[in-house]
């Protein structure tokens, strides 16, 4: 079965499980907004962190020969902040198990290890402790939903070049060009190795994959950037997509982590949610783009909800494989297929079910992220495509 809407070329679902593609969900935190969320909710007096870290960038500014080591000072008091060690922790970010946690959630059940959950909803919250690190956490959770994944070598998954995207999509000209200063190094196709190559931006070669990036098809046509995406024009977009590509990735470099969604996308396009239900399907790229920033809404700026990107799905399937997960060659233990295998093997399976269905069709806490549907991710392939993931 393919999916009605071919203009996107979106593939078959794998082993004849029923459904469409659609989301797997990620939040960062977004480290070029953390200095301004701290100055908004620390003003707590001349020995407070805010008024601290103010000091550091006077005696900065005053004093030039001191420059690196005051910028030093005030780095070490935000780590000093965001790691928990602060009068008010309940504020800015947090951390449990070493993982960060971010004001407007909290902590509801397992290990970095192993999974750990965290939910914007305060009446799953836990208290972190060596029984419920352990314990199994449950899908009845009332919040929306995300699962951290380490990064132990971020410098694995980023070239930090300069590289040009796609001009044809852009526009000639040297004003129309959008560069970025890092890309990722895309390295688990998850079973599709012989479909793509992977690529820097700017390369529209028949297989080549590459993030960040805008396609000469579909991204320049208005009903998408503009209409769905509200973005005046190509170029608009394309710089869009490298500022948050920027944020993802500094993101992760700093935290060593990023979270992502514990369930496929469920609610619908204009109220999307990250809990137990119904997965949202039957919708193109662009509307299911639009509906992953909109899972979370933070007005302070520290997190942000996106589609997941393809270098952060290799960084799952290495996470997984740590933890003894297949995600080289045979994933049917584990998943919602035509032939799912041991435990996995339950009534139901083979067609396509509510996300969240079985226990035993998810890895470290995350469920389906094997099976049941596709995910699209925000790489860019050739000038035509975006590129769904699948085991």
Sequence with gaps: MKNEN????????????????LIALVVT???????????????????????????????WRNAEANEQLALGEGADLIDEYLNGNNDNPSTGITTVDNVPIPDGFYYAGGSKDTGLVISDNPADK??????????????????????WVPVETPSNYFIDEEATLNTTATGSGEENKVKTNVYSNLTVRSGDSSSYTASTPGDTTSKSVREPDVLSRYDTDAQYHSTILN????????????AEYKAMSDSIKKYKGFYIGRYELTGTVDS????????????????????????????TGIVKSTMIYGVQWDAVCSWLKQSGFDTDSNSSSWENCSNSSGNADIEGAGSKQDTGFSEYWKANNI??????????????????????RRW
């Design 126 to 147: 836990k208290e972190f402790s060596e029984e419920t690190k352990t314990d199994a956490v449950p899908n009845t959770l009332q919040g929306n939903q995300f699962v």
């Design 6 to 21: 071919t203009s996107l070329n979106i593939r078959k679902l794998k082993k004849q499980v029923k459904g469409i593609t």
């Design 367 to 388: 469920y389906d992220l094997a099976g049941n549907c596709w995910e699209w991710t925000q790489e860019a392939r050739s000038i035509i495509f975006r590129v769904s």
């Design 272 to 299: 999307p949610t990250e809990k137990k239900g119904a997965s949202l399907t039957d919708q193109n790229w662009y509307n299911l783009y639009k509906a992953c920033q909109n899972v979370v809404q933070d007005e």
């Design 231 to 242: 973005f005046a024009s190509p170029k608009a977009m394309a710089e869009s997509f490298v």
């Design 29 to 59: 935190i977004i480290v070029l907004l953390i200095l301004a969320g701290i100055a908004l909710n620390l003003t707590i007096g001349q020995n407070g962190i805010f008024s601290r870290a103010q000091d550091a960038a006077n005696t």
